[in-house]
């Protein structure tokens, strides 16, 4: 029991752009059953941004801060990288986008459309990263080519849908 339990800790940790995000999902979740007005469209979507920002970009990038600011030779371990003072220019970056998208998980259109759009960015060119590596480096290490890979392409696409779905919803009321 004990095993499993640490392989399902180790699994959630490691891919935690997964872990933050799913755990935004079953916010927004709650927070709409909970909601006391009619559930529609805008409800959900308003739900679904909010703890999206919160969890996938808030949290997930204050996580990416501390494992890359004080434990950078394990990151670089996963990623299949050398270890080099790059893990603590990345984790300033993370712990940027975590404050924005912290402030902005409540607030306006504009704030929450900064603190998808840096993120969003920022991870889509480092899936490309992760293919050039995959394809000159073959490195194939669960950082570079796992999980963390597709959640580099998903969680952006995700976060400008509901900016799009946002948006739409702000128009047609």
């Keep these: 029991m004990a095993d499993i339990l640490r392989v ?3 699994f959630i940790l490691s891919n935690y752009s997964l872990s933050f995000f799913i755990l935004g999902l ?4 709650a927070a709409i059953i909970r909601s006391r007005r009619l559930i529609d469209c805008s409800l959900i979507v308003e739900k679904l941004i909010s703890w999206y920002i919160f969890f996938s970009i808030g949290l997930g990038n204050y996580y990416n801060f501390v494992i890359h600011a004080f434990f950078g030779e394990m990151a670089a371990k996963f990623i299949g990288w050398a270890d080099s003072p790059f893990q603590f220019e990345v984790g300033a970056a993370s712990l ?4 924005v998208g912290l402030l902005a998980a409540f607030g306006s259109f504009d704030l929450r459309l900064a603190a998808i759009l840096g993120p969003g960015i ?3 060119g480092a899936a490309a990263g992760h293919v050039y590596q ?3 480096a073959h490195n194939f290490a669960p950082g570079n080519a796992g999980v963390i890979f597709w959640t580099d392409i998903f969680i952006p696409l ?3 849908l509901l900016l799009y779905l946002h948006r739409q919803n702000s128009k047609s009321r």
């Design 8 to 10: 399902m800790l180790t």
């Design 26 to 29: 079953i916010f927004s979740l």
């Design 96 to 99: 940027g986008f975590a404050v």
């Design 122 to 124: 920022f991870l889509l």
């Design 134 to 136: 995959m394809v000159t």
């Design 158 to 160: 995700f976060g400008f």
